[in-house]
C-alpha cells in the first residue's frame, strides 16, 4: 500500500507540475488556450499556467523553414512535359495566425507552391524553362506570398532545383543541338571559303593594279628617256649647226664646207655603186660635169693656196 500511494502521488504531483509550469525555447512560440480560448502568445521563457484551466494549444516554429517541393509533372507553353521540383524557404511571422487560420501551414506552402509553380511553367516554352528560372521564382515567391499572408507565413524565397524533360524529349533536344553545331560547322565553313576568295580576288586586283602601275611608269620613264635623247640630239645639232655657221663666217669657211660636201657626197655614192645589182648614174649629166669642175676649181684654189703659204 506504502509504494502503490508513493507511485500514486508521484504521477500526480508530476501531472500537476507539466501542467503548472511551461518552458517556452527562444526559437518558438507557444499559444496559449484557457478553457479552450486563446489566451495569449508565450514567448521565450517560463509560465505560469493555470492547472485544468490552462494549456499549450500550439507550438510554433520562429526560425526560418526549408520545405522540400516535391516533383510533379508540368505543361509548358509548347505542349512538352517536364518533371520540376523544388524547395521553398518559409518564416512564421504571426504565431497566432500560423495556429488558428489555416490547419498546416507547411503543407499548404508546398502545395501552393506545386501550384503556382504548375501555372509559372505553362506561361513559358521549354527553351525559356531554362534560361528563365530567376522570373520565375520571382513570380512563385511573389503568388505564394500573396496567399499565405492570412496565414501569418512570410515566403522568403523559392528555388527550382530541376527541371527534367521527359527521355524522348532530351533525346529531341540532343539531335536538336547536333544539327545546330553542324550547321553553325557549315557556316564557319562557308564563311572561311567565302573569306578565302575575297582574299584571292583583292590579291589578284592588286597584283594587276601593281602590274599596271609598273608598267605605267615604264612608259613614263621610255618616254622621258626618249624626249631627253631627242633633247639632246637636238642641242647637239643645233651647236654643230651654230658652229659651222660660225666657221663659214671666218675667212675660206664656206670653201671648207662645200669641201666637206662634196667628199661626203662622193663617199655616199660610192656606197651606194657599190651595193646596188643595177647600174646607177645621175639623171642630169650636166650637173656631173658641174661637180668635176667644181672639183677642178677647189683644187685649184687649194694649190694656190699652199704655194702663197
Known sequence: MFWTATLITLVVTYFIVTRLFIIVEFREEVIQERLGKFKKNLKPGFHFLVPFVDRPAYS????????????????TKDNIEVNVDGLVYIKVMDAYKASYGISNYQAAAVNLAQTTMRSEVGKITLDDTFSEREMMN??????????????????????????????????????????????????????????????????EQQSQVLVSEANRQKRI?????????????????????QRIAEAMQKPGGDLAVKTKLVEQYIDEFGKIIASSKISVLPTETANLKTFFEGVSTISGHTKESGGEQ
Not at 225 to 231: F, L, N, P, Q
Request: net charge negative.
Open 60 to 75: 510554433r516554429e520562429m526560425r526560418e523553414q526549408v520545405l522540400d517541393v516535391p516533383s510533379q509533372t508540368c505543361i
Open 138 to 203: 520571382e513570380n512563385i515567391v511573389r503568388e505564394i506570398d500573396k496567399a499565405a499572408d492570412p496565414w501569418g507565413i512570410k515566403v522568403l524565397r523559392y528555388e527550382i532545383k530541376n527541371i527534367r524533360p521527359s527521355n524522348e524529349i532530351v533525346d529531341t533536344m540532343e539531335k536538336q543541338m547536333e544539327a545546330e553545331r553542324e550547321k553553325r560547322a557549315e557556316i564557319v565553313h562557308s564563311e572561311g571559303f567565302r573569306q578565302a576568295r575575297i582574299n584571292e580576288s583583292e590579291g
Open 221 to 241: 620613264n621610255e618616254a622621258l628617256g626618249k624626249a631627253k635623247e631627242i633633247e639632246m640630239v637636238a642641242t647637239a645639232t643645233a651647236q654643230g649647226i
